[in-house]
């Protein structure tokens, strides 16, 4: 163990030749595909640089999918070891936190840093070393705490010891998607569906339905729809799943108001939000999706506490949505790789892993994909948003060469060829 992990890295200065946009021949305009939280996020990281950002989302309106929950929880992804995800996910939780703080005192957000409590698992599942965990982490995102420190903290009969993550928190995903995109220089283009970047002398030209939309092409395009990226052949060989999930929303009760953290468990429970609790996602891959898993959320709820919560269970809503990851469960963020020069330039991998003294990537020039959030959008997407717009913008971006590799769309190709993979 290094200490406690570090959010910063050498700043990587010397982007590669297909990631080089040379502003002062660009007009400053992007189109953004998608309008969820990453979407969203990277609309206003560009506009705040002086993009003119032009959002397409396919849905009539942003009170669909992941919009509907209600509540999404802002929560650290935790590693056990010192790594380049590792640093990502703690860099984006603090960079979200103050993004969140910022927005709610600047544009109303409504953020509540509540603080989340995290029960260690039972029995065999008990995984992570506290000691070493707390060596890694700052006090504000995680600190071990007895079963008895956790109940004095909240009040409430819980039944294991676990971590409290003070500076976690919640909010309502449609309210930061519109207050992201509630800007000057950003238009929201709603019930448009792109099916095809075709590229022009100019830039890139969206179609839907097979039809030119913008009336002109656009110099740089974010690929931030999840799983429907998978529709242009730009990005459709990236390995992404879509996972579905289902949120219950049962009412207050008397008993249930005294919850004041988000209390997570194998499902969670937030405080109360316009008179009614969510219980955090229980989760499928679209072909092991079970039909009903009410009662079992249900019963792990009542497992977080030792003597039971009065829940109100008549009139429980359920809502359901989807996530979209990728094969290594780490987001897919940067410039596009133009794949299949990449894989004759990197070909020399499948005979030598370690081949040296190979050329930079080729990139699609002014195309970029900010993809697969997987269970943690919150945390990764608005430093992954910052990331980009630093990018596209030519400014000196925020994560080190090494994270931003770990995240790099190129790299499930160039793993590929060095396993022998590829055809
Ligand atoms: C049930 C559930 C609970 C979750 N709970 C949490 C939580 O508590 N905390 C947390 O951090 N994360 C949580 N997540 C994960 C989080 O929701 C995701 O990480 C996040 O939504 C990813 O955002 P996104 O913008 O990448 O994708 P999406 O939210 O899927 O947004 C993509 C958008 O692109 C649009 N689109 C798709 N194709 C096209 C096209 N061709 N043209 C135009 N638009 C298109 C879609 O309509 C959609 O609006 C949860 C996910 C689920 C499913």
């Known amino acids: 163990m290094q200490g406690k992990l570090s959010c910063r890295g050498k700043a990587n200065n010397k982007a590669s030749p297909g990631l080089k946009i040379d502003c002062a021949k660009l007009q400053r305009t992007a ?105 890694l982490y700052p006090e504000e995102v995680l600190l071990w705490r007895s079963q008895e420190q956790l109940r004095a903290l909240t009040g409430l009969p819980l039944a294991r010891s676990g971590w409290h993550s003070p500076a976690a928190g919640w909010l309502d995903p449609l309210e930061l998607c519109q207050t992201w995109l509630n800007h000057p220089a950003i238009e929201l283009k709603q019930g448009t569906a792109i099916d095809q970047i075709v590229r022009e002398s100019d830039g890139w030209r969206l179609l839907s339905d097979s039809k030119d939309i913008g009336g002109r092409d656009f110099p740089v395009v974010v690929i931030a729809c999840g799983m429907g990226a998978l529709r242009f052949p730009q990005s459709a060989s990236l390995p992404l ?32 939000y316009q008179g009614r609790h969510c219980i955090s996602a229980s989760f499928g891959t679209d072909e092991n999706a079970q039909e009903d898993l009410t009662g079992q959320s249900l019963a792990m709820v009542g497992d977080l506490f030792n003597s039971p919560l009065q829940l109100k269970l008549e009139g429980i809503e359920s809502a359901k949505a ?41 990139h699609l020039p002014g195309l970029f994909f900010n993809l697969a959030h997987g269970s943690h959008g919150l945390c990764s997407a608005p430093l992954a948003a910052e990331y980009l717009a630093s990018v596209i913008h030519g400014e000196n971006p925020p994560l080190s060469r090494e994270i931003a590799g770990a995240l790099d769309p190129l790299r499930f190709l160039i793993r590929r060829l060095q396993r022998q993979q590829v055809d």
């Not at 309008?35 to 397409?56: D, E, I, P």
């Not at 997570?264 to 405080?271: A, K, L, S, V």
């Not at 990449?342 to 892993?353: I, M």
């Open 31 to 135: 189109a953004v595909i998608g309008a969820g939280v990453a979407g969203s996020s990277t609309a206003r990281h560009l506009a705040r640089k002086g993009w003119q950002v032009t959002v397409f989302e396919q849905a009539a309106n942003l009170e669909h999918g992941v919009n509907a929950l209600g509540q999404l929880a802002l929560r650290c992804r935790i590693f056990a070891q010192d790594n380049s995800l590792a640093r990502f996910f703690l860099a984006g939780f603090l960079y979200s936190a103050r993004e969140f703080q910022r927005m709610s005192r600047d544009e109303g957000l409504g953020w509540h840093p509540c603080g989340l409590v995290q029960l260690q698992r039972a029995g065999r599942h008990r995984k992570k070393d506290p000691a070493a965990l707390e060596r």
């Open 241 to 272: 799943q879509s996972v579905s999930g289902e949120v219950l929303r049962i009412r207050e009760s008397e008993a249930s108001g005294a919850i004041h953290h988000i209390i997570q468990g194998e499902r969670g429970i937030f405080p109360a």
């Open 322 to 362: 989807k996530r979209c990851q990728s094969a290594d469960f780490a987001p897919v963020l940067g410039a596009a790789p133009d794949f299949a020069e990449c894989r004759r330039l990197y070909a020399p991998l499948a005979r030598n892993a370690r081949a040296a003294g190979l050329p930079p990537p080729a």
